[in-house]
Each structure stands twice: as C-alpha cells, then as structure tokens.
C-alpha cells in the first residue's frame, strides 16, 4: 500500500481542535534515533520547554553519543564537545555568559563512564548549568555496549551473558549522589518509557530550565530512556524491561526539590592565615 | 483487526488521531499503551521500510499517551 | 619609555596574557608553569578576568573549548605531559577553528620528566601532538622579553587566523628572572569581532560550533583543481577534506618569523632555538671576535617552519650545524629545508642535560674546520 494510502487512515478531525501538536522541528524530519529510542520522548519534552520558557539566551552543548543528533533540532546557539566532555564545555560557556541558560546534554557513557570527574567537579562548584543525563545502560552510538549506569544481568554486545558485577563493579546512580551536594539545586529522575512517566518527566525539565534560568546552582535531570536495539529487544520489551530497572536501580522522583527564588549561596569565608590566634608562620609572599 | 470499509473514520467518541505514516518506524509503542485499543499495527510497510501504527476503532478518547510515548513524535490528538 | 619590570619568565607571561585580554587560564600546577597559575589566581580580577582554577587537565581541555567557543579569549599552561593530556581536545580545536593560546614549558626526557633543560618535546608540538591532520602554530621565545612580545603576538594570530597557538618556552626560561618591559599596544588592532562565537542569543539565527568530517564545515574552500585530470574517476570532495585544506591554507598564510645573527658572510651557520640559542649566540660572538665566520639562524615560528629565511641565512654557507637538547628534531625540518643542498651535522644532548659553552665551542669549531661532529 502507498504512503498515501497508509495515510488516509486516520481519524477525521472535522470540528476537532488540537490538544496535542508534534512539536515543530519534527513535522518536516524525522527523528534521527533508532525506534522505540527513549531519546525522541526526552527531545520532545525538551523542545517544549525551550519553547515554553522562552529564555532570551540559551547555549546548548552536546556529547559525542547517541545524543547528539538532538543538535540539529535546537533552537538555541550550540557546540559539540567530546566524550564526556560536555559538563566541562558547559561550564566554560556559562563562565563567558553567566545570563544564559546554558544546558549539557550528555549520555550515562558520556557521564558515568569518561566525565565522571567533570561532572562531580560542576556539582560541587554549583555551576548554574543544567546537565540533562540520558541514561540507557549502553553507549550506542557504537554498538550498544554497557555502561557504568547498566544493571546486573544487562545483556549488551560487550556483556552477552550479563553484565556482571563480579568483574564490572554495580551502578553508580550519580543523580543520588549530586544530590547530596549543598551545591545542587535540583535533581530529579524520570524515564521516558511510559506516556505517565514521560510527562512527568518534562514537567521535570520544565523545572530544571527554570532553576538553571534564574541561576540557583547545579542542576540534574536523570532521564532514564530505553534503547532496544543496545538491549536486542522490540520497543515493546524494551518499556517492560525498563520497569524492572526503574524498579530494582534507578527509581523515578524528585530527589532534590527547588522553588522559584531559592538560590545556592557560597559560604563566606576567613583566610586561613587569619584564623590561626598570634600565627608565628611567614605568610606566602606576594607577587 | 477490524477491516477497513471506510476511510478516513470518523470518531464516535470526542478524540480523533492523526499518525504520520512517513515518520512512524513501528515501534509499535503506541498500540502497546493505548488504553481504548483504538490504534493497531498495519501489515503494508510506509516508503521507509517500516509497519506503521494505523487507528483501526472510533473510540479514541483523546487521553494522548499514544502522542506522549511517541519517540518519532508522529501524533497529533485532536478532541 | 615603559618602565622595566624584573620578572619570572611565567609571571612575565600571565601578565602579558592578562594585557591582552584573556580572561581565563586553564592550567594545573606543574614545574615549570605552575607560578604562572599562582600569578593568575592573583591577579586575574584587577584585569576583569576570572580568577577560576580548573580542576584537572583534562577538563581545561575541554574549558579550552568551550571558553573559546564563546568568544572569550583563553590560554592553557602546562608542560609537555600536560599537552599529551589535552591532546585529543586540540585535535578537535583545530577542526572547530578555535581561537586560543597554549603555554608549553617542557622539561627533559619522557614521563614525569628531569627536572632539567630539554627540547624533546619539538617532534610532539610542531609535527603532532593528535590524532588528524592538523599542526600547532608553535611560537619559541628565548628571552623573557621574548615571552611578553610572543604573548601578545599570539593571541593576536590566534585570533585572526582561529588556531591554536603553541608559546612553547623550556625549563631555563620557566625557572629565570630578567627585566621586561610591557609594550603599550592594543590586543584586539585590526581583528573583526568574532561573529561566529556563541552568546546564546536566540533573537537570531542558531549558530553552530563544530568542525571537520564530523561537523560537515562549510568553508569555501576551493579543493577543484585536485585530481581534475582523472575527472569523474577522482574520488568525491567531502567535509573532512575541506576542512584539512582549510586548516593547511591558513597555516600557510602565518608570517614565517626568525632571527639571523652574522649570516650574511657566513661559511657555517649554527641552528638552533629556546633557551639553548641564548648560550649558542654567546659562542658565536665570541668566535666571530676571534675571526670565524660563524652565523646563527633561530625560528621563532618553529610551525611554520621559516624554510625560505632559513635558505636566505645559508645561502653563502658551506656547512649547517644544528644544537639541540635532544637526538635531532629542528635537524629534520633544516635537512628538509636545505633539501640536500649543503652537508648537515648535529650535536645534541638529550634527556635533560644543557650542553656548556665549553661542549659548543668545540663543536662549532670541529664543524668550521670541516672535521667530523660527534653526534
């Protein structure tokens, strides 16, 4: 049957109103992403929100990952960064231009496997950047191979039996982590896999966006996304195997909650050459 | 799958669906989480290579999870 | 008449970068450039710029480009295993055509180094530090007023031409103190404001900072004439391959810099750069005094290599010799350059030891009397 056969089936939307529109950049292309990829939700819900929030300046930068190809729809000024490097060129960026919104978009390979350090270091800095985490288990854009994100028993091309925790260590759920930092604004968790889920999950960046806009301090959105070509399974199985990894590692909530106004302050602070009571030591000389 | 007698159907109930065909890659999501069943996979392949995602009922509710799961955002929900 | 200042080689350093705008350095604490840091950290706020201490290497690499990317002028400082750290981030910095400065202060031999002279890190700065094809525009200064001057110069070339630029000093000069005097001149003259950096602006167009095969660079870039005479047989032109001739085009464009002593009656011109030509030139004033007929050729620009000056310099020559601090790296790029032309000797001493005057005297004078030059 021709295209435009297969189109003509449909519903007649004579004196019916739109309550749901396809965002703009996805009318005239396709998503770039395998499918049932969890990553053309999570672009969805953040395109509606760069939409929604309308920030006068904005600078995205974007991870050499699956995640990339997310950079040909943004609106906004954009620069491509290495391997777990987008933390750190977004914080660079931020520096040069304290009143934009400055987002990163980086994998859980990007982040948990090459950036690790880069990104603790931003949390504990309270860089008011907002770091969107697409978490998948597998660095796809190579293959489909594990990550420090993926669980036990993860069946991957580089783990055909499993992962296993015996010789690969367990998870590390970095959005727990970072939100244990005085430094962190907001954290938050969602998936993508479930239509109640995804829209949880954009209200979430929806959040996020606005904490980084009115710079409150670090700010992470874990987004936990299927990939069942990285998994070998339909779309379908993928969202059923996405339960039992929301279930068992990474449960989906608020794990650090910001209000309109709430800011992260720096402590003030005494040198330490002046604390020390009839301090004998010579100070460091000046240059 | 209830065959087709007359195209474009027009809803009972007060939602209505448009899939776009060149886009969709069957993934097969939205069939999976429609809750009113309204939608289903079609067995013709689009210019793509891919089944694409068909309604097949009237009695869509407009509840958009089919459009909220989407990960080639291909549907619009009218109502 | 500005005043004379006497300073460390890496303060002098920081200083003229802070003069010149740049608003952030990117660098972890290693002898030699660490004081560069310290001077930094101090100072950086008076010139408006960032006082911020990147954590480690590898993310100053990837703060390098993003920094640069929007519009701020910024430098790293570091030595020879901090640029192998940030390696695979210059690679892509090049291919994005960005803008910046890099300090390099060396020491001998590999891995943590000798904490000694050393020049072994030519081959990794000019020829290639990473992975595709790209060079560093590496600039060598021998004198502490050298490394004001550069600083300047180099944030102007990069600038201009979108590369990276390499000031690469050595351990001597890292650890010395000479007067300096700071020049009064403007750091942006004659540059266009850099309309293709990102500010976030989304009252305009999206702009888009990415580079080579990877990021499909549009350039205009003639690559026509290659392979015209196959005709449709010749392999098609693509992103990458504009992107490298790109990047080579401009290289070809730097202005070739050097510094020629005695070489116009010259009959054995001695090569050499960095710290090592400043023990090199007394040698040779001190044998022209006696009567030879020594030159002395250094590169400043040691990428782009001076090849035509270094033809001009030897033109009545009947001998080259080339001195390094290592097992004979300029000496490929002098044979390249003479291409067989005139007979090449070399005397070095690698993996952290200075030669003495006493060491280049002889080999000067061995090489003046035709005799054979231990390696």
């Known amino acids: 049957m021709s295209n435009e056969a297969l189109a003509e089936i449909k519903h007649d939307v004579a004196g019916r109103k739109a309550v749901f529109e396809r965002t703009v950049p996805f009318v005239q292309r396709a998503t770039p992403w395998c499918m049932g990829c969890g990553y053309g939700a999570l672009a969805r819900a953040v395109i509606e929100e760069i939409e929604a929030l309308k920030p006068k300046k904005m600078i995205a930068t974007i991870d050499t990952a699956c995640l990339e190809f997310i950079e040909a729809h943004l609106p906004c000024d954009n620069v491509h960064a290495g391997h777990g490097r987008a933390v750190s060129v977004a914080r660079a960026v931020k520096k040069v231009h304290p009143d934009a919104l400055v987002v990163a978009f980086q994998g859980d390979g990007g982040m948990l496997n090459e950036g690790l350090n880069e990104v603790m270091h931003a949390a504990a800095a309270g860089e008011s950047i907002c770091v969107i985490m697409g978490n998948n288990g597998v660095l796809g854009d190579t293959g489909g191979q594990f990550t420090v994100a993926a669980e036990p028993g993860l069946v991957t091309s580089s783990s055909p039996l499993g992962k296993n925790p015996k010789h690969q260590g367990m998870p590390i759920k970095i959005a727990d982590i970072l939100a244990t930092f005085p430094t962190a604004a907001y954290v938050a968790r969602g998936s993508t896999h479930d239509p109640a889920y995804a829209y949880r999950l954009q209200k979430m960046i929806r959040k996020a966006f606005q904490a980084a806009n009115e710079n409150a301090g670090f700010v992470l959105v874990d987004a936990v996304t299927t990939c069942p070509t990285g998994w070998g399974m339909t779309s379908v199985e993928a969202v059923r195997y996405a339960e039992h990894r929301i279930e068992g590692y990474y449960p989906v909530g608020v794990l650090k909650d910001w209000e309109h106004g709430e800011k992260v302050e720096m402590p003030s602070f005494i040198s330490s050459t002046q604390r020390v009571e009839g301090m004998k030591t010579v100070p460091q000389p000046t240059h | 799958m209830p065959v087709l007698e007359k195209t474009p159907i027009v809803p009972k109930k007060p939602g209505a669906v448009v899939i776009d065909v060149d886009k969709c890659k069957g993934c097969e999501l939205c069939v999976y989480y429609c809750p009113q069943d309204t939608l289903a996979m079609s067995k013709y392949v689009n210019k793509r290579g891919n089944p694409v995602a068909i309604v097949v009922r009237d009695n869509c509710t407009a509840c958009m999870e089919c459009a909220r799961v989407c990960p080639d955002i291909c549907i619009a929900v009218y109502r | 008449m500005p005043e004379k200042l006497f300073m460390r080689a890496t303060h002098a350093l920081t200083e003229a970068a802070l003069r010149s705008g740049c608003k952030f350095y990117l660098g972890y604490p290693i002898t030699p450039i660490t004081e560069a840091g310290e001077y930094w950290s101090e100072h950086a706020e008076e010139h408006g710029a960032s006082p911020f201490m990147v954590e480690s290497e590898l993310e100053a690499g990837a703060m390098l480009l993003g920094t640069s990317a929007s519009g701020a002028r910024t430098m790293f400082g570091g ?297």
């Open chain 3, 79 to 375: 030595n020879g295993a901090s640029m192998s750290l940030i390696a695979e981030s210059l690679s892509t910095m090049a291919g994005m055509e960005l803008p910046m400065v890099l300090a390099d202060f060396p020491r001998g031999d590999g891995g943590a180094g000798s904490l000694t002279m050393g020049q072994g890190d030519y081959f990794q700065v000019t020829k290639a530090i990473a992975q595709g094809d790209f060079h560093l525009v590496t600039l060598s200064p021998h004198t502490v007023q050298e490394c004001v001057d550069l600083t300047f110069d180099a944030f102007w070339l990069a600038d201009k031409f979108r590369v990276p630029v390499v000031i690469m000093g050595d351990w001597i000069l890292g650890m010395s103190m000479e007067a300096v005097a700071f020049p009064d001149r403007d750091p942006f003259e004659g540059l266009e404001p850099k309309t293709w950096a990102l500010d976030g602006d989304m009252s305009r167009p999206k702009r888009h900072v990415t580079g080579g095969s990877t990021g499909g660079m549009v350039t205009s870039v003639n690559v026509g004439d290659v392979g015209k005479e196959t005709g449709d047989k010749r392999a098609p032109v693509g992103p990458g391959e504009r992107s490298v001739r790109w990047r080579y085009d401009k290289y070809s464009r730097i202005p070739r810099r050097w510094d020629a002593l005695f070489c116009d009656d010259a009959e054995v011109v001695v090569a050499s750069w960095g710290s090592l030509a400043r023990i090199v030139k007394t040698v040779v004033y001190k044998l022209r005094r006696e009567g030879l007929k020594v030159g002395h050729f250094r590169p400043i620009t040691l990428y782009p290599y001076p090849y035509e000056a270094l033809g001009e310099a030897t033109k009545k020559a009947r001998e080259v010799l080339v001195l390094e601090c290592n097992t004979g790296m300029m000496l490929e790029d002098v044979k390249l350059g003479l291409n067989g032309r005139l007979p090449v000797e070399f005397y070095g001493r690698p993996g952290g030891v200075c030669p003495t005057m006493a060491e280049i005297e002889y080999e000067i004078r061995q090489a003046y009397q035709k005799k054979k030059v231990a390696a």
